[in-house]
């Protein structure tokens, strides 16, 4: 057994419904991403012991294989996938960290694949003779239907019960597509972003120089008492691919991240959007780390809303969050989006002093959490 850490992370730019992507399948996505972290981490493909990848909305079929094989790992090395839906992602690398840690593997890649565009229509099969079957856009994500709204509706309700006004989250909105642009520019992304297509536009298709006055304009989604969410404060649905190479570092070395701690929790599923407060505050707590000496936070943001209630309880720097813009500006791959959040600490981290830390936290539906602290090692 021994300590696992991070080698390497990286990812491809993430693409609206509908845009760059449109025509990859899922492997297709991926497998680029995955080669390019191998690479990086100076690890053969035969040397990877295991594969997990978070995926919320392929329809089945254990994705995660068909991306292993894909990037050229062997058919003797098995794959899984995960989903806790926009937890997956981050959940893969926790997961990976265990198996090493535990004894069970020494090379694990790990990440995140999604497509919107790519994603099977679901249907609920008729039960009765001359039934219709029924088309669904989405599962529940709780057994009780009166406490599984909407994702927007349940969003509308955490700003009404927060007092999130529709302006502070406009100019949350703005701000999150500012840092995206300064980052691109300044070239803060060039070490990340791997190209999975011919024409690929190697800049995350969304981010734009949104001004507050179109934001305050844009259209309604749901309206709940004073709680107000707009197309402005919504992540789109995207297509992206991330991949990172865990590995013992008694075999490989200890360049790169290691963990600090973990968690997941659970939370009302009628307000999905906070449960990743208690995730961050268990991992904080456990080590004792002070919000505000953290370098690098990436907190997802599906909504502004959201994000702006899970800041509420804690004290982090302004200048540490999500330093490269986050999703409102890049979109929502679910299954990819949390294992995308350690790519950007992987790569922040790189440009921070030793000893540096930093938290990624996400929130799913039915009420889930994660959070992962990590540490630069040298």
Not at 103 to 131: I, K, T
Not at 179 to 199: I, M, Q, T
Not at 254 to 269: D, E, I, M, N
Not at 335 to 344: D, E, K, N, T, W
Request: hydrophobic fraction near 45%.
């Amino acid at each position: 057994m021994g300590t696992a850490v991070v080698l390497s992370a990286r990812r491809s730019s993430v693409q609206p419904r509908g845009g760059a992507y449109k025509a990859l399948k899922l492997w297709e996505l991926w497998a680029p991403v995955g080669r390019a972290a191998l690479h990086d981490a100076g690890i053969s493909p035969h040397e990877v012991d295991a594969v997990l990848l978070g995926n919320g909305i392929y329809g089945g079929g254990n994705p995660a294989r068909l991306c292993a094989l894909a990037a050229g790992i062997p058919e003797d090395v098995g794959a899984t996938t995960l989903d806790s839906q926009c937890c997956s992602g981050l959940e893969s690398v926790l997961q990976a960290i265990a198996l090493i840690e535990s004894g069970q593997a020494n090379v694990v890649v790990c990440g995140g694949a999604e497509s919107y565009s790519q994603r099977p229509l679901r249907a609920h099969q008729a039960h009765e003779d001359g039934g219709e079957i029924t088309f669904y856009e989405r599962p529940p994500f709780s057994p009780w239907p009166e406490r599984d709204p909407d994702m927007a509706t349940a969003n509308a309700r955490l700003a009404d019960a927060a007092g999130i006004s529709p302006a502070q989250q406009s100019a949350y909105a703005v701000e999150s597509h500012q840092k995206a642009l300064d980052a691109l520019a300044s070239g803060r992304f060039r070490h990340e972003l791997v190209p999975v297509c011919e024409a690929d536009p190697l800049r995350d298709g969304f981010s734009r120089a949104l001004k507050l006055r179109v934001a305050e304009r844009a259209p309604v989604l749901a309206h709940e008492g004073s709680g107000v969410i707009t197309s402005a404060t919504t992540s789109v649905e995207a297509d992206g691919a991330a991949a990172l190479v865990v590995a013992n570092s008694e075999l490989y070395g200890t360049g790169g991240l290691r963990l600090v701690a973990g968690a997941r929790k659970g939370g009302a599923s009628e307000n999905p959007g906070i449960a990743p407060v208690a995730a961050a505050q268990a991992v904080l707590s456990r080590v004792g780390q002070v919000p505000e000496a953290l370098h690098s936070v990436e907190l997802m943001e599906a909504y502004a809303a959201q994000a702006i209630a899970c800041l509420q309880p804690f004290g982090f720097p302004p200048e540490a969050l999500n330093r490269g813009g986050g999703s409102l500006a890049r979109g929502h791959p679910i299954g990819a989006s949390g294992a995308i959040l350690m790519v950007r600490l992987f790569h922040e981290l790189k440009m921070a002093p030793q000893g540096a830390r930093g938290l990624a936290m996400i929130a799913a539906a039915g009420g889930l959490g994660t959070a992962a602290l990590v540490e630069r090692t040298v």
